[in-house]
């Protein structure tokens, strides 16, 4: 099982950028973390993070066929970007939202998620537990095991 985990802009900030609300780890931190909850779910994983929103577009895209499922942190594209809505209804490969922060209770802009339109699941205001709660999660969607 072979699952794509997509992080977007700033995130490679992280440990630098506002630590109250995201945390003190930093995002090699957050990589390390990612491996070591796939390696102990027995799951493939690999992980991208880019700035760029053709960028992601793009790997969305090229999971096509290669991956069994995507955990994407789309970080402000969350709130603003139809093309990774797009992206995630083509290729229809089960995707799980994750953020660190909780969402629902920061400002009125963050409150409406594309992305999260696409996906199976959301996890959020978890840090980064949620991660290793997605790929949990996604394990036994695609084994379909999942319990809602
Ligand atoms: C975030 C929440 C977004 O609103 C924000 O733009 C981010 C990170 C999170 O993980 O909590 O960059 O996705």
């Known amino acids: 099982m ?20 995201y945390g003190a780890r930093n995002f090699d931190a ?26 992601l577009v793009t790997k969305i895209q ?25 992206a995630l209804k083509a290729v229809q490969i089960p995707a799980v ?5 909780d969402i629902s209770t920061r400002e009125a802009f963050r409150q409406v998620s594309y992305a ?7 996890y959020k205001g978890l840090g980064f537990d949620g991660y290793r709660e997605a790929i949990l999660f996604l394990k036994d969607y695609l084994s379909g095991t999942a319990k809602e």
């Open 30 to 55: 957050l990589i390390a973390f990612i491996e070591k909850s796939a390696a102990e779910a027995q799951v493939e994983v690999e992980c991208y993070q880019s700035n760029h929103e053709g960028d």
């Open 97 to 101: 939202e994750v953020h660190l922060s």
């Open 62 to 86: 090229e999971a096509y066929g290669a991956f069994d499922g995507i955990v994407i942190n789309p970080a402000a594209y969350t709130h603003t970007s139809v093309a990774i809505l797009d």
């Open 116 to 122: 999260g339109m696409a996906c199976v699941k959301t």
């Open 2 to 21: 072979k699952i794509l985990v997509l992080n977007g802009p700033n995130l490679n900030m992280l440990g630098i950028r506002e630590p109250a609300i």
